[in-house]
């Protein structure tokens, strides 16, 4: 498995940016999806952006497409979530998670928005957006 920890969050003003860090550590992450889920107060978790195990494609959620920017480096193990023009109701617990495709899920662009498919999870970082 690999263990991830999530960093960056804090509290910030409507209009602001905030860039979220995911560590990971125990192995490599470069054959992994990884993704960004978040879970609003009295809300389901639910898919935000994640990046192809390549790096080659990204894919967002409507709601944060154009403000948020996903990112990896696997030389540092390190994926990355560039969030501009936060919204009141971008607060949220944010939650990094790796997917370890299977045999048959191997395509470059390959990646899932569905929670039980992710195979690792972080922590999450409390992000808070003020009005």
């Known amino acids: 498995q690999v263990q991830l920890v999530e960093s960056g969050g804090g509290l910030v003003q409507a209009g602001g940016s905030l860039r979220l860090s995911c560590a990971a550590s125990?192995?490599?992450?470069?054959?992994?999806?990884m993704a960004w889920f978040r879970q609003a107060p009295r809300k389901e978790r639910e898919f935000v952006a994640a990046?192809?195990?390549?790096?080659?494609?990204?894919y967002y959620a409507d709601s944060v497409k154009g403000r948020f920017t996903v990112s990896r480096d696997n030389v540092k193990n390190t994926v990355y979530l560039l969030m501009n023009s936060l919204k009141p109701e971008d607060t949220a617990v944010y939650y990094c998670a790796a997917d370890l495709p299977k045999p048959g899920n191997y395509s470059a662009s390959y990646y899932s928005r569905v929670l039980h498919d992710y195979d690792d999870w972080g922590q999450g970082t409390q992000v808070t957006v003020s009005s």
């Open positions: 125990g192995r490599t992450i470069s054959n992994y999806v």
């Open positions: 990046i192809s195990w390549s790096g080659g494609s990204t």
